[in-house]
């Protein structure tokens, strides 16, 4: 399943960074991003996701609420990039608290041009 997001990966030396880059236009323009970065440990690359998204209000209006969540990548090839990353399982717009995450497997792909 695809969440629609596209990224720009980068790889230089022991880091990995990735960004949202097909941002909506109305979320662009409230400063929406999903960045990620992680350094190489071990097998794998580690580190955070710092994102800021739109959460919609029971009136109506939307509230931008920033957020860091864990990232990992497990494998990097030409044909796919895998890894986890927590997700939120529950979590309050009006004071944009983070109360409770799972993790959650993905598994990204060049797009075909």
């Known amino acids: 399943m695809s969440t629609g997001k596209e990224y720009r990966v980068k790889v230089e ?5 990735a960004e949202w880059s097909n941002i909506p236009p109305e979320a662009a323009k409230q ?23 739109a959460c919609p209000l ?14 990992e990548v497990d494998s990097i ?3 796919r990039i895998t890894g986890g ?3 939120l399982r ?16 993905f598994s990204w792909e060049p797009k075909k041009q």
Do not use: N
Not at 58 to 71: A, N, Q, S
């Open 31 to 53: 400063g929406a991003y999903i960045r990620s970065e992680c350094h190489h440990s071990g097998s794998r690359w580690i580190g955070t996701s710092r994102i800021l998204l």
């Open 90 to 105: 529950d979590f309050d717009c009006a004071s944009c608290e983070v109360r409770k995450t799972g993790w959650g497997p």
């Open 13 to 17: 030396g022991d880091r990995f960074t």
């Open 85 to 87: 990353g927590e997700i």
């Open 58 to 71: 029971p009136d109506g209006k939307t509230k931008m609420c920033p957020m860091i969540l864990r990232f």
């Open 77 to 79: 090839s030409p044909d």
